[in-house]
């Protein structure tokens, strides 16, 4: 296993030629792809990103019904959970345990998500939080702006390379790498999958007014752009807006909005204060959809080992400082009575 993040430049028209490949399979070329020099935007490699977002404007002629949208809300959801609870909490932090069947399930749920595989998201995000909003950072606001946060940075040629040095405990699977290598395959079958689902319910439910186009355009384009910008506003947006009440030493951000949207995502100035717990909502009023989730997996025997916040993160305090405050409290000691005895001889 090499570090692709040394590896050489190479002319342009290989450059193109490995871009065009990695529609199909992203590790080709592995050894020339670029990530020295100043990030620039790779188009031949973001033609499908670009596609999708073009393909919504198919709503124009499926036209919408309510199964449609119902389904793209569902599908963006169980999406988000996969992304926020497994390709984050799980795969980028390890905040909890799982067996490997289970992983695996959920690497592929994540795999649908078209944010490329489980091993370049988790070794990306990694890297974010040793490097957060300094100049090493893949997308900062502070040092990149609001659209290069959000996505231009991942369009650019210098992220395109996985970073499996920092993953190397999810690197020994090879069904990850699988899925990792060849991230294109499970979009496909999904989209194909949505196709199939519109056709299925047309033949047999007519009355719900759907069909096979109009459900591929719905229930996985329009469904898979909107959950891409909502995870990119965690890296944009998350790092702009909200409140910080932790000291980070980043832009990192607390915002209820985009909690609600990406399922927990949005306690983001807690996360990065304590990255190791699996709950990113700290206190029972931040709504934390993902945390609760995986709680009720963990009832039934799927995930285990959760972490939660020790109190004195919570407060803002360090062991030491917690452990102190136990000590110095006062210690009431009740003594017995002994019971009057009368008549004592002399």
Same mark, same amino acid.
Request: glycine fraction near 10%; charge should be neutral; charged fraction near 20%.
């Given at each position: ?6 590896a ?20 080709a070329g /592995? ?13 031949i ?18 036209g ?25 909490? &799980? ?28 091993l ?7 890297h ?27 369009t650019?040629q210098? #992220?395109?390379a ?23 395959? /499970?979009?496909v ?20 007014g ?10 996985f ?14 890296n944009?947006l998350? #790092?702009? *807006?909200?409140?910080?009440? *932790? ?24 996360? #990065?204060? &304590? ?6 909502g ?5 709504i ?9 997996m963990?009832?039934?025997g ?5 972490r ?5 993160v919570?407060?803002?305090k360090?062991? #030491? ?26």
């Amino acid at each position: 296993m090499s570090d692709t993040r040394t590896a050489p430049t190479t002319t342009t028209g290989r450059d193109r030629w490995y871009s065009f490949l990695r529609w199909f399979d992203s590790w080709a070329g /592995l050894e020339h792809m670029k990530v020295e020099g100043p990030p620039k935007f790779d188009f031949i490699r973001s033609i499908p990103f670009i596609g999708v977002h073009l393909m919504c404007l198919g709503i124009f002629w499926v036209g919408w019904s309510w199964t449609a949208v119902g389904v793209a809300v569902a599908f963006y959801f169980i999406r988000m959970f996969a992304i926020t609870g497994w390709y984050h909490r &799980y795969f980028s932090h390890r905040t909890f345990k799982t067996s490997r069947t289970v992983q695996f399930a959920f690497a592929v749920l994540g795999g649908m998500c078209a944010q490329r595989g489980p091993l370049w998201w988790a070794g990306h995000h990694r890297h974010h939080h040793i490097a957060s909003d300094t100049p090493d950072d893949v997308h900062s606001p502070r040092q990149g702006g609001f659209l290069w946060s959000h996505m231009g940075w991942f369009t650019s040629q210098t #992220h395109y390379a996985p970073r499996f040095k920092s993953i190397t405990d999810f690197y020994k699977f090879p069904e990850l790498r699988f899925l990792d290598r060849f991230d294109i395959l /499970l979009p496909v079958l999904t989209g194909f999958g949505m196709f199939g689902l519109g056709r299925l319910l047309e033949a047999h439910a007519p009355d719900l007014g759907t069909n096979g186009p109009q459900m591929l355009i719905w229930g996985f384009f329009v469904s898979t752009v909107a959950l891409a910008h909502g995870t990119f506003t965690i890296n944009s947006l998350s #790092h702009v *807006y909200g409140s910080q009440r *932790y000291e980070t030493g980043d832009d990192s951000r607390n915002n209820f909005f985009l909690a609600l949207i990406t399922m927990g995502e949005g306690w983001h100035n807690n996360h #990065h204060y &304590y990255p190791a717990s699996t709950r990113q909502g700290f206190y029972w009023w931040e709504i934390d959809v993902t945390y609760y989730c995986l709680k009720l997996m963990e009832q039934l025997g799927l995930v285990w080992d959760i972490r939660d916040v020790p109190e004195y993160v919570r407060e803002g305090k360090s062991k #030491h400082e917690s452990d102190l405050g136990v000590l110095k409290r006062p210690i009431e000691v009740t003594l017995p009575v002994p019971a009057q005895v009368e008549n004592i001889p002399g």
